[in-house]
């Protein structure tokens, strides 16, 4: 043992003097490729790679659609094989063995980045390879990596492997997947570690430290990228055996959670603690398994196909930022303003969510949750400190009465409404009958300047359904009784609204009774292009549509 530590530790030295690069993260100029699957690989010596390499099968050829960012520097003569591969910390290059040190040999990483490659037709998958042999969980602790390796770790710290890494290994896996993350979507971490430490509850808690601090500082989400642990050697002459129950454990800690399984897998015949070549392989594919379970594997059909050599050249380009305004038009008042109709702008201009995408699922395509319970469109959802923002038209002056349709079940879902930052009316509180059922809430008065305003409308307590928000002129005279309307009008004209199949609203007009707004529809050319010829025509003061109109052209 000796012997070969002083051999890893010529190599590592040679390795560094052949220069480390120190590189910067520099901003993409376009969108990550969602066809572009990066993992983070992470562990002690198992994972670092103790298999043999059979330089025919796995150095000749690049493997397909499988790169790595190497993690550290080293030419082609320094490295393990027969590989005529130089690489460089912070680049891109194919996924060819060794990949954690110059020295290493096959890990389990380069057989799991070959299955997922063949198990996802049209996905590249990217790895982020840092591993350190006989190290403790702490080596990954950004608060612990230093006093472990001025403590505990200093005769590993003397061998120089951790040189490869700058001294600090968290802190290169923060470096590489800030630069992987321009490029690609972080998808999953793969680790294997546990034979230098006891698999108890401070040693899970740390296992999970070093995951979250990375998925914070990228501002990931643990819904969305899980973590597949590796069970030691547990076959013949073992060390550590009895510690994957312990590892089992660390379901407890994780949202998405997968263990790859030793079983059967034989050791290198040589010491307790490593795999044979066989058993490396097969690991590999066990994460693979393991990882297909947990992942979303959708494909994108339009993102071009990643660039293997400079990834940044195969990015999504950015659609350009949509200029603040009105969704379609500036919203009447006296009218609705429905919930969905808030301005383009995007995030944090226009809208503030706190969940990532469109839950619903309808109409617009950003993080605004809009749902379609019945006909009609909502936005729902809705957490306290969510807001929107609409362009308005007050017609005239005046004294406005206001209200809204809304649901929830807990009958304390509110909000409150803003006309160019000064808030308007009273809170508006759901009535708690539950959220299939709608109904009419009184918002209060506000007294209105005529001309164009903004109207924000904040959440400020939690679930609550919102349909819309309607303001009606409170007129200075008494209300004509229905007798006098009689005897002075046939038919009055009432306010109606048209709307596309997807719930837009493409226009307001008045007309004498459904079936001349109907006609008026059927006549209006832009209406018919606009919504494909199909619409549904709705009395403002209904809360259902009432017709459906279809145009054949």
């Keep these: 043992m000796g012997v070969e530590k002083s051999l890893k530790k010529l190599v590592a030295v040679a390795g560094v003097a052949a220069g480390l690069s120190i590189f910067a993260v520099s901003g993409a ?124 770790g200093k005769d590993i710290k003397s061998w120089g492997w951790i040189n490869d890494y700058d001294g600090n290994p968290p802190g290169r896996i923060l470096e590489l997947a800030k630069k992987a993350k321009e490029v690609g979507v972080i998808k999953g971490f793969i680790f294997h570690q546990g034979e230098s430490d006891g698999t108890d509850d401070n040693w899970r808690k740390t296992v999970y430290k070093t995951y979250k601090d ?30 994957n129950g312990g590892i089992a454990q660390l379901k407890n800690n994780f949202k998405k959670f997968g263990l790859a399984s030793s079983k059967g897998l034989q050791g290198n015949g040589k010491d307790p603690y490593h795999f044979g070549r066989a058993g490396v392989i097969e690991l590999g594919r066990r994460y693979c398994s393991e990882m297909l379970k947990l992942i979303d594997k959708t494909i994108d059909p339009n993102a071009p196909a990643v660039n293997l050599v400079d990834p940044s050249k195969s990015t999504v380009p950015d ?35 706190e969940s990532k995408g469109n839950e619903g699922g309808k109409l617009r395509k950003d993080d605004v949750d809009i749902y379609q319970p019945n006909m009609g469109i909502t936005v729902g959802h809705n957490q306290k400190g969510e807001w929107l923002k609409y362009t308005v038209k007050v017609e005239a002056d005046g004294e406005y009465e206001i209200s809204a349709l809304v649901a929830g079940d807990n009958g304390t879902g509110s909000f409150k409404l803003f006309m160019d930052d000064k808030q308007i009316g009273d809170e508006i509180v759901n009535e708690g009958k539950g959220f299939d059922t709608f109904s009419e809430v009184s918002g209060g008065k506000a007294t209105l300047k005529a001309g164009e305003h903004e109207l924000k409308l904040e959440i400020t307590k ?73 619409f549904f025509v709705r009395k403002d003061d209904s809360k259902l549509m009432t017709k459906k109109v279809v145009v054949y052209e």
Excluded at 329 to 352: L, M, S, T
Aim: charged share 20%; aromatic share 10%; net charge negative.
């Design 29 to 152: 100029n376009a969108a990550p490729n969602p066809n572009f699957h990066i993992y983070i690989a992470y562990g002690q010596s198992n994972m670092a790679g103790n298999g043999d390499i059979v330089p025919a099968e796995d150095q000749a050829t690049e493997p397909k659609n499988f790169i790595m960012l190497a993690s550290h520097t080293a030419n082609a003569s320094q490295r393990s094989g027969k590989t005529t591969q130089s690489i460089k910390a912070g680049e891109w290059a194919a996924a060819i063995p060794p990949m954690f040190h110059a020295f290493e040999n096959l890990s389990p990483a380069d057989y799991f980045g070959r299955a997922m490659v063949d198990s996802l037709p049209g996905v590249t998958v990217g790895i982020i390879p840092v591993a350190i042999g006989a190290v403790s969980i702490r080596a990954f602790d950004k608060d612990q990596y230093q006093a472990y390796f001025n403590g505990d």
């Design 214 to 243: 990375v998925i914070d500082a990228l501002d990931l989400d643990e819904n969305e990228v899980p973590f597949v642990a590796g069970e030691l050697l547990q076959e013949g002459n073992n060390c550590c055996g009895s510690k």
């Design 319 to 353: 659609e350009p930022p949509e200029e603040y305004g009105p969704y379609t038009e500036a919203i009447a008042i006296p009218g609705k303003v429905q919930a969905e109709n808030y301005n383009k702008g995007g995030a944090e201009v226009a809208y503030h969510d």
């Design 462 to 534: 939690d679930w609550i359904d919102i349909d819309y928000v309607e303001f009606k002129a409170v007129s200075a005279q008494p209300p004509i009784g229905i007798k006098n309307i009689r005897f002075s009008m046939t038919e009055a004209e009432s306010s109606y609204s048209v709307y596309s199949m997807q719930g837009q609203k493409l226009g307001t007009f008045t007309a004498k009774g459904m079936a001349d707004a109907m006609n008026i529809v059927k006549m209006d050319a832009k209406l018919r292009k606009q919504a494909q010829g199909v």
